[in-house]
């Protein structure tokens, strides 16, 4: 099981922080991702929204599972290149005054005709690499 767990603080109010986070048009400032965006007939975010993001050699179909703004969204891969066993991930905001601490956290494996341990080896680098570019994104995007 890989778990990826990344934290940042960002100087800004935690509802332009969740915001931000939640759309997924800005998973793409990830490295490899190319385009993030609400599925055909999701219409924006809440529970059972459907955001995809297409990135180079990767595609994820993510369910949003539980959406609480602005203190946690949780979210499910449900279809991607390469097939992940996802558990789940969550994103956590906690404010303080004009400062919001985020807590990222996701579990999950790769079943072992597509690569298994390998497979896990390079995805929780790249993973926890795109989480970080993305958090880092948001902080350049909304601090003052």
Same mark, same amino acid.
């Given at each position: 099981? #890989?778990?990826?767990?990344?934290?940042?603080?960002?100087?800004?109010? #935690?509802?332009? #922080? /969740? %915001?931000?986070?939640? %759309?997924?048009?800005?998973? &793409? &400032?990830?490295?490899?991702?190319?385009?993030?965006?609400?599925?055909?007939?999701?219409?924006?975010?809440?529970? =059972?929204?459907?955001?995809? #993001?297409?990135?180079? =050699?990767?595609? /994820?179909?993510?369910?949003?599972?539980?959406?609480?703004?602005?203190?946690?969204?949780?979210?499910?891969?449900?279809?991607?290149?390469?097939?992940?066993?996802? %558990?789940? =991930?969550?994103?956590? @905001?906690?404010?303080?005054?004009?400062?919001?601490?985020? %807590?990222?956290?996701?579990?999950?494996?790769?079943?072992?005709?597509?690569?298994?341990?390998?497979?896990?080896?390079?995805?929780?680098?790249?993973?926890?690499?795109? @989480?970080? &570019?993305?958090?880092?994104?948001? &902080?350049?995007?909304?601090?003052?």
């Amino acid at each position: 099981m #890989v778990e990826i767990h990344v934290e940042r603080t960002i100087a800004a109010p #935690v509802d332009q #922080v /969740f %915001d931000w986070l939640s %759309d997924p048009a800005h998973l &793409a &400032a990830a490295p490899l991702a190319l385009k993030g965006y609400w599925a055909k007939g999701t219409s924006g975010p809440g529970p =059972g929204a459907l955001r995809e #993001v297409i990135g180079v =050699g990767t595609f /994820f179909r993510e369910e949003l599972t539980a959406y609480d703004r602005p203190h946690s969204y949780s979210y499910l891969i449900v279809k991607s290149i390469p097939p992940f066993n996802h %558990d789940g =991930g969550t994103l956590t @905001f906690t404010a303080a005054g004009d400062v919001t601490h985020v %807590d990222w956290l996701t579990n999950y494996t790769h079943p072992a005709a597509a690569g298994g341990k390998v497979l896990e080896a390079v995805s929780r680098r790249l993973l926890r690499g795109s @989480f970080l &570019a993305i958090l880092n994104a948001c &902080a350049q995007a909304l601090e003052k």
